[in-house]
């Protein structure tokens, strides 16, 4: 159950009351009403905004609504206190029960906990990681890939309908390269003594068993022919092996994509030319000259007539290119079509997941999307910051492997999955991250992945340690009731209960802000209550969670911490990180 929600209802119904009774004019619009926590904890359990935003529809004050639905909420259950703060924000303190009983609604829903309808079932598609298949994954695109992966798992727990997908950009230059490098990885096969890579080549050493599988598949047949002859086959049998390669270190962090779509084989489908036709048909492509770009001076600009979209018309900056002068497409038609085919796939909304580099790109790509759309579907562009890997403070060297950068795997490999995922979330997608190895693998507090997997282990420690002191109040906790409950009434056991129903709420404002970093916030939050209340014990015996001498009180605490471990277990689960019962 959401408490808050339930509160906006009822706020709702109070509203459509007093518009029937003529009190309040009967085109008051209450859809922007919240029911929120409030900002300081001695102002009650929840605050609401109704006043402020009724009275700048009917031009009367605040304070004056805010007293009229004061006098009705007062007589709604559950509520014990009204009071009206400020320029008009009404405060609301519920009955202890009203926390107490919310505990068996987290236990009786387990990992559902949180689950929302607000999605309604729309058809999202969020396309994330899309790195370039000519190598493995770097580390930056690991943080893309598991913010895109978390984004997903959050949308889905708020009730949207979700396709992860991958575009793989398996034509342009840089494809043709890596055949190349390949080629020559496979020449070495052969025998022949490579000491240099050529300048613009692909160096790793992931190419030396391609050129291996090369080898053993054609033998001595492409040595000393000719590009054109063997380019073709050995581009594909290169690209299948980088997206093996890339699809292995995307499980390793736990990521699975619905549908990998291939630039290439989108480009020889026609599917270009349908899109770019589709905007001729709309007035929406011309010829013309652009102006040059901020910077440059008239000496080193080359004006030219060009085919252009009229992006401007949606917002862009300038018009774009969709076609060279030597008459082939720029990099950006094929991502014109790419959209197009996801519109056709009757997706509500687009959220592509890029790297900081690509911020120029976003108004374009979103212009592409309403022109082709005409407006019905959305398009949100989310960029990732760069992240800086360190050791001690000091920039993490370059992988010999990669030759020229550090892989995901690599990284993976030394902290663990369940670690990079949660550090990679500790900060808003579009701000630069911090990852040092010396601090994300310390144990202690400082550690937000340690602080918030030690609250569950310490958790199912507890349950354990109460099975074999007080093996009655697991039995009479299996089956809790309101009157266990009711023992619930210190003022951080009713503080943590409080935080603990937070968790619908967040899903979902989490979830329309895109926004998957503010729940590895929350289980910080949910985390430190938890530990709070465990150190009270410390100094009071009667606080422990274990009290021998009251088999109730202990059930009911056992019950608590049941529900603590349910909500972290579910964040845990959204951020993709796999909840631990035990620390070794």
Request: hydrophobic share 40%; glycine share 8%.
């Given at each position: ?5 339930k ?9 459509s009351?007093?518009?029937?009774q ?6 008051v ?11 300081e904890?001695?102002?009650?359990d929840?605050a ?10 009917i ?12 006098e ?22 519920l ?27 729309q058809?999202?598609n ?6 370039n ?5 770097h580390?930056?695109?690991g943080?893309?890939?598991v ?9 889905t727990k708020?009730?949207?309908n979700?396709?992860?997908?991958y575009?793989?950009?398996?034509a342009?230059?840089q494809?043709d390269?890596?055949a ?11 025998g ?15 190419l ?14 492409y040595?000393?022919?000719p ?11 290169t ?6 390669m ?24 026609g599917?270009?030319?349908?899109a ?6 709309k007035?929406?492509i ?7 770009p ?22 862009d ?12 497409w ?9 959209h197009?085919d996801k ?7 687009l ?6 580099d ?12 309403k022109?082709?759309?005409?407006g ?14 360190m050791r001690?403070g ?6 010999k ?12 490999d030394e ?25 994300v ?11 918030v997997q ?8 507890i ?7 007080l ?10 009731t ?5 023992r ?12 603990l ?45 274990i ?6 009180l ?7 911490v049941?529900?603590?471990a ?8 959204v951020?993709?990180?796999?909840p ?5």
């Open positions: 159950m959401n408490i808050f929600k509160i906006e209802r009822e706020l709702h119904l109070i509203v009351g007093l518009m029937s003529g009190v309040l004019p009967n085109n619009v209450a859809n922007k009403i919240e029911a929120t926590p409030p900002r904890a001695s102002h009650g929840i609401t905004n109704a006043a402020m935003v009724i009275a700048a529809q031009g009367k004050t605040p304070k004056e609504i805010a007293a009229l639905l004061a009705n909420l007062k007589n709604l259950a559950g509520i014990t206190k009204v009071e009206v703060a400020g320029p008009g924000f009404i405060n609301l303190t009955a202890s029960s009203i926390w107490q009983e919310s505990v068996l609604d987290i236990i009786e829903n387990g990992k559902d906990y949180g689950n929302s309808e607000i999605g309604m079932g058809k999202i969020v396309e994330f990681v899309s790195a298949p000519t190598g493995p994954m580390v930056g695109h943080r893309g890939a913010y895109g992966d978390a984004l997903a798992t959050l949308l708020a009730g949207y979700v396709t992860r997908e575009y793989i950009n398996d342009g230059a494809v390269k890596l190349e490098s390949a080629h020559l990885r496979y020449r070495e096969a052969c022949e003594v490579i000491t240099d890579i050529p300048e613009g080549l692909y160096p790793g050493d992931y030396i068993p391609v050129g291996q599988a090369i080898k053993a598949k054609f033998g001595n047949k040595i000393g022919a590009r054109e002859q063997w380019l073709a086959e050995i581009r594909t049998m690209l299948e092996a980088m997206m093996v890339i699809k292995d270190d995307l499980a390793a962090l736990g990521i699975f994509h619905n549908i990998f779509t291939s630039e290439r084989q989108l480009s020889d489908s599917r270009v030319e349908e770019i036709a589709l905007l001729e048909g007035g929406l011309y010829r013309g000259v652009l102006e040059p901020k910077g440059k001076t008239p000496d080193d600009w080359e004006p030219r007539e060009q085919t252009l979209f009229k992006s401007t018309d949606f917002g900056d300038c018009d774009r290119p969709v076609k060279k002068s030597d008459g082939s720029t990099y950006f038609a094929p991502d014109i079509a790419y197009f519109c056709n796939r009757g997706f509500h909304k959220i592509d997941v890029f790297g900081a690509h911020g120029g790109y976003v108004k374009r790509i979103q212009a592409a999307v022109a082709l759309s005409g019905k579907v959305t398009c949100e562009v989310k960029l990732c910051q760069l992240v800086k890997f001690d000091e920039p993490l060297k370059m992988s492997r990669a030759g020229t950068f550090v892989t995901v795997r690599e990284v993976i902290v663990g999955k369940d670690v990079f995922r949660f550090i990679m979330l500790t900060r808003k997608n579009d701000v630069p991250l911090d990852f040092d190895f010396a601090k693998m310390e144990q202690s507090k400082d550690n937000p992945v340690f602080y030690y609250a569950h282990a310490r958790i199912h420690s349950i354990r340690n109460t099975g074999t002191e093996p009655e109040a697991i039995k009479m906790a299996k089956n809790p309101p009157h266990l409950l009711s619930l009434i210190h003022p951080e056991e009713l503080a943590l209960v409080r935080l129903c937070n968790w619908p709420r967040l899903v979902e404002s989490a979830s329309l802000g895109l926004e998957p970093h503010r729940i590895a916030f929350y289980l910080q939050e949910v985390a430190a209550a938890f530990h709070s209340f465990w150190n009270l014990g410390n100094d009071d015996v009667g606080l422990r969670f009290v021998k001498q009251d088999v109730e202990t059930a009911a605490r056992i019950t608590l049941r529900a603590v349910v909500v972290i277990a579910s964040g845990l689960t951020l993709g990180v796999e631990v019962e035990e620390l070794r």
